[in-house]
């Protein structure tokens, strides 16, 4: 069904709400208000939607590649396995808006606010969300690999068994985010706030942790084998069952966090504060020890064969 922007405009004043299969490709309708109409399979590819109110709109399975929908406002809207490649949703309202198995690669989200929204299963593989607000969203299974999440609000979030290879979350709020089985090798956390989160069994391979805080955090399982954690906080944490191979640790805080039963060989602890940390049955070979502090640190049948102790302060207050 092709129509002009006058056309639609004129049929929604006067009480028309079904508008499925529209055919509106690069229509110009900016600020305009079609609240609640059923826009299912449509096509609006290219079109401008800047600061359009579009709350509780029915896209489902439309096709919006390039649209422009800057400053727009969809709260409650329905845009499920829709096309929305290369789209624009800077600064636009989307609480609790349906983003599920859409395909949002290369879109830009930046600043906008997607409280609660379902993003589950989505492809947003190189999208933009830096400074987006996700609080308590939903991203389960969805591909976030390269995407620039930096500054995002994620606090109480669902990522488990999202892929974020290679994202940015630099300076990001993940507070009690839920990271279970989360893909997250080469990713950038550099002091972003992970307090309390969970990351069991996450993949963090080589990712960059400088500076972040994970106290109070559950990462039994994980495995952040050649990670930089260096000046990170993982105070109170629980890194039981986890393999921290070759991981940076130097100048970390891990006060009162249990690692027993955990693989640290030739990890670098250098200056870490392991103050009444648990260490016991952790297998530490050819870790870097040296000048951290290890008082009141549990170290039953911790394997420390070829360790590197000098100026370690051990757990009886002798220095090494």
Same mark, same amino acid.
């Given at each position: 069904m092709? @129509? /002009? =922007? &006058?056309?639609?405009?004129?049929?929604?004043?006067?009480?028309?709400?079904?508008?499925? &299969?529209? /055919?509106? %490709?690069?229509?110009?309708?900016?600020?305009?208000d079609? =609240?609640?109409?059923?826009?299912?399979?449509?096509?609006?590819?290219?079109?401008?939607?800047?600061?359009? =109110?579009?709350?509780?709109?029915?896209?489902?399975?439309?096709?919006?590649?390039?649209?422009?929908?800057? !400053?727009?406002?969809?709260? *409650?809207?329905?845009? %499920?396995? =829709?096309?929305?490649? &290369?789209?624009?949703?800077?600064?636009?309202? @989307?609480?609790?808006?349906n983003l599920?198995?859409? #395909?949002?690669?290369g879109?830009?989200?930046?600043?906008?606010?997607?409280?609660?929204?379902?993003?589950i299963?989505?492809?947003?593989? *190189?999208?933009?969300?830096? !400074?987006?607000?996700?609080?308590?969203?939903?991203?389960?299974?969805?591909?976030?690999? +390269?995407?620039?999440?930096?500054g995002a609000?994620?606090?109480?979030?669902?990522?488990?068994?999202?892929?974020?290879?290679?994202?940015?979350?630099?300076?990001?709020?993940?507070?009690?985010?839920?990271?279970?089985?989360?893909?997250? @090798?080469?990713?950038?956390? #550099?002091?972003?706030?992970?307090q309390?989160?969970?990351?069991?069994?996450?993949?963090?391979?080589?990712?960059?942790?400088? *500076?972040?805080?994970?106290?109070?955090?559950?990462?039994? +399982?994980?495995?952040?084998?050649?990670?930089?954690?260096?000046?990170t906080d993982?105070?109170?944490?629980?890194?039981?069952?986890?393999?921290?191979?070759?991981i940076?640790?130097?100048?970390?805080?891990?006060?009162?966090?249990?690692?027993?039963?955990?693989?640290?060989?030739?990890?670098?602890?250098?200056?870490?504060?392991?103050?009444?940390?648990?260490?016991?049955?952790?297998?530490?070979?050819?870790?870097?020890?040296? #000048?951290?502090?290890?008082?009141?640190?549990?170290?039953?049948e911790?394997?420390?064969?070829?360790?590197?102790?000098?100026?370690?302060? @051990?757990?009886? &207050?002798?220095?090494?």
């Amino acid at each position: 069904m092709t @129509m /002009q =922007s &006058g056309e639609l405009l004129e049929r929604y004043a006067a009480g028309e709400r079904d508008f499925r &299969g529209a /055919q509106l %490709r690069g229509a110009f309708l900016s600020k305009v208000d079609v =609240s609640g109409a059923d826009f299912r399979g449509s096509d609006l590819s290219g079109a401008y939607l800047t600061e359009a =109110s579009l709350n509780g709109v029915d896209l489902r399975e439309s096709n919006l590649s390039d649209t422009n929908f800057l !400053g727009a406002s969809l709260i *409650g809207a329905n845009l %499920r396995e =829709s096309n929305l490649k &290369g789209a624009n949703f800077t600064q636009a309202i @989307m609480i609790r808006v349906n983003l599920r198995e859409t #395909k949002l690669s290369g879109a830009s989200l930046s600043k906008a606010n997607l409280t609660e929204a379902n993003l589950i299963d989505t492809n947003l593989s *190189g999208a933009s969300l830096s !400074g987006a607000n996700l609080t308590d969203a939903s991203l389960r299974a969805s591909n976030l690999s +390269g995407a620039n999440l930096s500054g995002a609000n994620l606090s109480y979030a669902l990522l488990n068994d999202a892929d974020l290879r290679e994202a940015d979350l630099s300076r990001a709020k993940l507070n009690r985010v839920c990271l279970s089985r989360a893909k997250l @090798m080469n990713c950038f956390l #550099k002091d972003a706030d992970l307090q309390g989160a969970n990351l069991t069994n996450a993949i963090l391979t080589e990712a960059h942790l400088q *500076g972040a805080n994970f106290s109070n955090a559950v990462l039994n +399982g994980v495995n952040a084998s050649r990670a930089n954690a260096s000046d990170t906080d993982f105070s109170w944490a629980n890194l039981s069952g986890a393999n921290l191979t070759g991981i940076i640790l130097n100048r970390a805080n891990l006060r009162a966090a249990s690692i027993t039963w955990t693989t640290l060989r030739g990890a670098d602890l250098s200056s870490a504060k392991l103050t009444r940390a648990k260490l016991s049955w952790s297998n530490l070979t050819g870790a870097i020890l040296a #000048k951290a502090v290890l008082i009141d640190v549990n170290l039953d049948e911790t394997n420390l064969r070829n360790a590197e102790l000098n100026g370690a302060i @051990m757990p009886d &207050g002798f220095v090494y």
